[in-house]
Nanobody, 115 residues
Framework: QVQFVESGGGLVQPGGSLRLSCSAP????????MGWYRQTSDNRRPSVAI???????VYGDSVKGRFTILRDDAKNTVDLQMNNLKPEDTAVYYC?????????WGQGTQVTVSS
C-alpha cells in the first residue's frame, strides 16, 4: 500500500507564498500521474494541480497562474509552490496519485491564509 506524506503548510498572510512537499517512500512514483488536492467545506477533495509522468501539468481555474506543481522522480517527491495566496486557498492539502488511490490518503497539511 502506498502512503503519501505531506508537509510544508502553515499560516501565511494574503499575497504570501508557501511550498508544500509530498513524499512517497518505496512507491513506484515515477509511473504515477500525481496530484495535489484540497479539502472543501463539504468534504470533497478536488484536485488543484496535476503533473503527468512526462512533466505536463494541469491546474484548476482558481489556482492557475499562482500555483506550480513540480516533481522529482529521483527523490519520489512532488511539490506545490503556491504564490499570491488568497484567503479562499485556506484548506487542508493532500497529495495522491491522479486519479487517487482510495486508501492512500495521508494526514494532509493545513494551509491558512489570513491577515
Amino acid at each position: 500500500q502506498v502512503q503519501f506524506v505531506e508537509s510544508g503548510g502553515g499560516l501565511v498572510q494574503p499575497g504570501g507564498s508557501l511550498r508544500l512537499s509530498c513524499s512517497a517512500p518505496g512507491a513506484a512514483f515515477s509511473t504515477y500521474t500525481m496530484g495535489w488536492y484540497r479539502q472543501t467545506s463539504d468534504n470533497r477533495r478536488p484536485s488543484v494541480a496535476i503533473i503527468r509522468t512526462g512533466g505536463s501539468t494541469v491546474y484548476g481555474d482558481s489556482v492557475k497562474g499562482r500555483f506550480t506543481i513540480l516533481r522529482d522522480d529521483a527523490k519520489n517527491t512532488v511539490d506545490l509552490q503556491m504564490n499570491n495566496l488568497k484567503p479562499e486557498d485556506t484548506a487542508v492539502y493532500y497529495c495522491n496519485r491522479f486519479p487517487p488511490f482510495s486508501d492512500s490518503w495521508g494526514q494532509g497539511t493545513q494551509v491558512t491564509v489570513s491577515s
